[in-house]
């Protein structure tokens, strides 16, 4: 097993998220010697792992000089001024390319800011560049990409996770001390497992998706990642809240994610109902996954919370239901690309109509995951099938979501393992789609419900060495309960040596 050396991380990219922004407010250290330390750990490490696509070292600089210069100045625009950041490449920047990890985009820049990205700038947070991730957020491994394979740091002949792999393997290899990424079905918690990062996936419509590059409308959620549950917790307070350029956003507050966090961390859970899932564990499962999350279920009962098990009986339909809702969706945002407004454009000589062009651009610039969920959705939203499959599937999303309701009359959250096994090999699963899309078996129901989850670094598994995460599920708009589970669990675990 070869890994990345993380211990040689240097005295600045080793710290925190929270540390770094305490030092740079006290102005021990500059943002702009922050930053550069990371720019300069990615140089060091990164063409060994591929976790970025752009990197943007003069924006970056910039943004470090204009939040030092705030700093200096009494006006700290937010508790994280001056920490730099990765941001996954499905978030617009009007200064760095926005690819989704597809050659249909590739050179592509945004004329406008995604939401996220213009509340990281308005909180001073220099972005470091861009990561690298499954095409259109397709995937579960970050093999997918067009342009390049990301990863894992523990292993890396191993996978990092998707489709945000590139955030995970740039926080997990110390060369981002935050990061961006996205959840559909999984795609921040899954890699966070893998990598023994902290990602969360927040409530639907709590953290806006206006320039988040679509892939299924009711299912993405743009969210935080970090390296503890406190770091995590701060970039969640930047990022969240109401957005009126976003229909699905919420007009509601966001819970107080930091305070639950610290006071998470004084490990105190007396009063907790946690429910252990009975449909996410047992058969198919790596056993040193599942030795694992007794472990953490042992370590939550000595900090006093109550453990019960939990049935959820829909959930055993949510891999199905999600491979016909999520392929639908995806076959009616991705006709936008369509080689007439911006893009790829194939076959544009003068000898081809429009419609040949824009059936050479598809052609040309998805890749076969894309193609294949393309064509699923289509054949679902066909007439004569909408009712037989998509229909069906959204009928069994209501389920899933009575179930975690019925589930929450009895508990405060939800736990489960965040992933079946530990990373597979690269390579191992790219030609069997079936056992691909079984990984984010765990993951999956949160999203299908709208709701919040978290996964928290395990441990590692014994037959492997290889980290293994804990989700921890809570209802829509209780995500400080994530925070405050995760921080106990994390302060009562202890570090995790990797």
Known sequence: MTSIDTRAAGEITGRTAAQLAEAIAAR???????????????????????????????EALAAARAADEAIAAGDAPSALAGVPLALKDVFTTVDAPTTCGSKILEGWTSPYDATLTTRLREAGIPILGKTNMDEFAMGSSTENSAYQV???????????????????????????????GTDTGGSIRQPAAVTATV????????????????????LDQGGPCGRTVLDTALLHEVIAGHDPRDATSLPVPVSDVVAAARAGAEQDLTGVRIGVVRQLQGEGYQAGVLESFQQACAVLTERGATIVEVDCPHFSYALGAYYLILPSEVSSNLARFDAMRYGLRAG???????????????????????????????YALSAGYYDAYYGQAQKVRTLIARDFAAAYEQVDVLISPTTPTTAFKLGEKVDDPLSMYLFDLCTLPVNLAGNAAMSVPSGTAAED???????????????????????????????IAG
């Open 28 to 58: 021990e250290l500059s943002s702009v010697e922050v930053t550069q330390a990371h720019l300069d750990r990615i140089a060091e490490v990164d063409d060994r792992l591929g976790a970025f696509l752009h990197v943007g070292a003069d």
């Open 150 to 180: 990301t990863r894992n740091p523990w292993d890396v002949e191993r996978i990092p996770g998707g489709s945000g792999g590139g955030s995970a393997a740039a926080l997990a290899s110390y060369q981002a001390p935050l990061a961006i």
């Open 199 to 218: 990602g969360v996936k927040p409530t639907y419509g709590t953290v806006s998706r206006y320039g988040l590059i679509a892939c299924a409308s009711s």
């Open 348 to 378: 544009d000589d003068g000898t081809h109509s429009a419609d040949e062009v824009m059936a050479l651009t598809r052609e040309a610039g998805f890749g076969p995951e894309v193609k294949r969920r393309i064509m699923i959705g289509t």
């Open 465 to 495: 060495g290889l980290p293994v995460g804990l989700q921890i599920m809570a209802p829509a708009l209780a995500d400080d309960r994530l925070y405050r589970v995760g921080a106990a669990y994390e302060a009562a675990r202890g570090p």
